[in-house]
């Protein structure tokens, strides 16, 4: 198994919808992590978690709503998104608390393709 | 407050010829700096990292970069390109104090035959 791994590899959602992202590790680590990464644009960090407590929330709208029920385990739920949110979301784990910042390492999954329509 | 700029959008070189990627930072920290690397449809995994100990650092895959201070720059090269390393490539940078990372902007590296 891959250290990251994510589900759905694609989604295609209305915008009326409710649907979720999923997102797990196997590598032991304390942190993960949502990015958001859109054409042409940096890569955004969404929301941070740490030992299962959300550290950092970017001022994400609240049509995104993250979950973190174990160290092992994200979501990200989605309702009635925009058209403008259809990205490659990233989810991404580190061994430390602190953003990653320590080793500069993050495991990244493959992304969840998101559009919406 | 921190920032990298990746100079350039897209690089495109022959198999066989030297890579040059180039990032730009600033930051109000002595900072740590970071090349991530990003295969079509595969998420981004770390080339290699600056944390203060040799100013020259090597990577996975032949990579290499150099810190430079009086420049503030932490350019990625590699002595000769492969198909293989087209890919986009990330510059990131974080201060020694605990932040978030931030990303550059990314550049498509094209390798042509």
């Known amino acids: 198994e891959t250290g990251v791994t994510q589900t759905p590899r694609h989604l295609v959602m209305g915008m009326t919808n409710k649907k979720s992202l999923k997102c797990e590790q196997h590598?032991?680590?304390?942190?993960m992590y949502w990015y958001k990464q859109s054409a042409k644009k940096p890569l955004e960090l969404m929301f941070v978690?740490?030992?299962?407590?959300?550290?950092e929330n970017n001022s994400v709208p609240s049509r995104f709503s993250p979950e973190c029920p174990n160290s092992s385990h994200l979501f990200l739920h989605l309702h009635t998104l925009q058209p403008e949110d259809s990205a490659l979301y990233l989810c991404?784990?580190?061994?430390?608390?602190?953003?990653?910042?320590?080793?500069?390492?993050?495991?990244f999954g493959e992304g969840s393709r998101l559009t919406v329509l | 407050a921190q920032s990298v700029t990746q100079l350039d959008s897209h690089v495109s070189v022959s198999e066989g010829t030297p890579v040059l990627l180039r990032c730009n930072y600033s930051?109000?920290?002595?900072?740590?700096l970071f090349w991530y690397v990003q295969h079509p449809n595969k998420g981004l995994q770390l080339l290699l990292k600056?944390?203060?100990?040799?100013?020259l650092v090597k990577g996975i895959n032949g990579f290499e970069a150099e810190f430079k201070k009086s420049e503030t720059s932490f350019h990625l090269t590699k002595p000769t390109a492969h198909m293989s390393d087209a890919a986009e490539y990330f510059c990131?940078?974080?201060?020694?104090?605990?932040?978030?990372?931030?990303f550059g902007g990314g550049t498509r590296l094209m390798v042509k035959p």
């Open positions: 930051s109000s920290y002595s900072p740590s």
């Open positions: 990131v940078v974080t201060p020694n104090a605990g932040n978030m990372l931030t």
């Open positions: 600056y944390t203060s100990a040799a100013t």
């Open positions: 978690y740490s030992l299962e407590e959300r550290v």
């Open positions: 991404a784990s580190s061994q430390d608390s602190l953003g990653g910042t320590l080793t500069g390492e993050l495991f």
């Open positions: 590598l032991g680590h304390n942190a």
